[in-house]
């Protein structure tokens, strides 16, 4: 029962992007097509699943033992970066395929705060706070990852989505652009405040 309500709190009652405003960068500038929407989601998934696995192992086993817990910060920022390089390479050599459809977002993802805000929420245990029952451990901790990573791929496609739809509308000259997805992005978060309480 508690991973059910981590996976819901996550996704829609403590969303990253409009409860928590991380990650806004990429959900404003990759938005404008479903399509690309869907690559960074997926790409943000698998990445910031990964780094809070490696992050929250070695604020436990190395930060916090030898207590350089200062370098934190740092040391996120360094082990992100590599995996994505990482994860860069080895879809290179073993799925060229997925490695073109993948390619434009994984840069993309070493600048993304959520994949930090995360890392650090789930290292130092904030985030059970926010869920009756759920443990700062590493098996929820990931799952609260998981399920992060999900909501912002929500809120990035539902975003794209109205996107889309807005470019074949007829908007007032003075809305067009970047007033109109400000004002779009205000409207989903109202959205997915209704959702407050359900946790």
């Not at 959900?27 to 696995?53: H, Y």
């Not at 496609?157 to 996107?163: D, S, T």
């Not at 400000?182 to 959702?195: D, E, V, Y």
């Amino acid at each position: 029962m508690v991973y059910f309500l981590i996976i819901i709190s996550a996704i829609f009652v403590n969303n990253i992007v409009f409860s928590q405003f991380l990650g806004i960068c990429p959900f404003l500038g990759v938005s404008k097509k479903i399509d690309t929407a869907a690559g960074m989601g997926a790409a943000v998934t698998f990445v910031l699943t990964l780094a809070t696995v490696v992050t929250y192992l070695l604020q436990k086993y190395v930060l916090v033992q030898f207590h350089v817990e200062f370098l934190q910060t740092i040391l996120f920022i360094l082990v992100i970066a590599a995996l994505v390089q990482i994860i860069e390479i080895v879809l290179k050599k073993i799925s060229p395929s997925l490695y073109q459809a993948l390619g434009v977002f994984l840069p993309l993802i070493t600048t993304n705060c959520c994949i930090l805000g995360v890392a650090i929420l789930v290292a130092d245990g904030t985030w059970a706070g926010k869920v009756p029952g759920a443990e700062a451990n590493l098996l929820q901790g990931t799952v609260y990852a998981f399920a992060t990573a999900l909501g912002f791929a929500l809120a990035l496609i539902l975003f794209a989505g109205i996107r889309e739809q807005l470019s074949m509308n007829k908007v007032p000259k003075a809305m067009e652009g970047t007033p109109i997805a400000l004002l779009t992005a205000g409207l989903l978060a109202m959205a997915f405040m209704g959702f407050s309480g359900v946790v």
